[in-house]
């Protein structure tokens, strides 16, 4: 199956300084990837929709000034926060569709980031 | 608008014994179904799903689940549970093709006793 891989998988830094995560569909090209926050002991949520070569979307309360995507190229997206926070930390997902192999309603989900802001 | 109830955080069975994960969902169109498995630390791995057709449809694992649109349900089971079925399990529905957007259940963390 497509396989989708993220950088780093732990990531530790100081208060107001930016972190980048990378997510790479490593067999297939996603037009579209998705990224989820998820925090301890909770279920998953959306924070935007990556459309490569055009502007991400956020989801309503997220605020797009401090998480940063891009999506330069048919295989990678990229979360960066900016001037992270302790109340930034958390565990960060990414997802992707295969979509050369047709629609075949399969999200692949990345191994996940966790972020721990001093 | 789509959303996804897990009835219970947590679940505790013996190994061998049957597991079942219970999801509701509401919609206001016919919904994409999904369940996936989280190991700790891990990503989300795909359990199995409901797109159209069969309504009992069978995952890896040895994981099935039945759309009951009736019941507006879509509980995950499993005849004979072994320990290394221990995980959060995630109950999640997208509106449609043309719309990606998952939305998640709470999740459901399976404890196996041995």
């Known amino acids: 199956g497509a396989v989708v891989s993220q950088h780093p998988s732990w990531v530790i830094c100081k208060s107001g300084t930016s972190v980048k995560i990378e997510c790479r569909s490593l067999?297939?090209?996603?037009?579209?990837m998705f990224w989820y926050r998820q925090f301890p002991k909770q279920s998953l949520m959306l924070m935007a929709t990556s459309n490569e070569g055009s502007k991400a979307t956020y989801e309503q309360g997220v605020e797009k000034d401090k998480f940063l995507i891009n999506h330069a190229s048919l295989t990678l997206s990229t979360l960066t926060v900016t001037s992270a926070h302790p109340e930034d930390s958390s565990f960060y997902i990414c997802?992707?569709?295969?979509?050369?192999?047709?629609?075949?309603?399969?999200?692949?989900f990345g191994e996940g980031s966790r972020l721990t802001v001093l | 608008a789509q959303s996804v109830t897990q009835l219970g955080s947590h679940v505790s069975v013996s190994e061998g014994a049957l597991v079942l994960l219970r999801c509701n969902y509401s919609?206001?169109?016919?919904?994409?179904l999904f369940w996936y498995v989280q190991y700790p630390n891990q990503g989300l791995q795909l359990l199995l799903k409901y797109t159209t057709g069969a309504t009992l449809v069978k995952g890896i694992n040895g994981f099935e689940a039945e759309f009951k649109k009736s019941e507006t349900s879509f509980h995950l089971t499993k005849p004979s549970a072994h320990m290394s079925d221990a995980a959060e399990y995630f109950c999640a529905v997208r509106k449609g093709f043309g719309n990606e957007k998952l939305t998640f259940g709470t999740g459901t963390r399976l404890t196996i006793i041995p």
């Open positions: 997802s992707a569709r295969d979509f050369e192999g047709g629609y075949t309603g399969e999200l692949f």
């Open positions: 067999d297939f090209q996603a037009t579209t």
């Open positions: 919609s206001s169109v016919p919904p994409y």
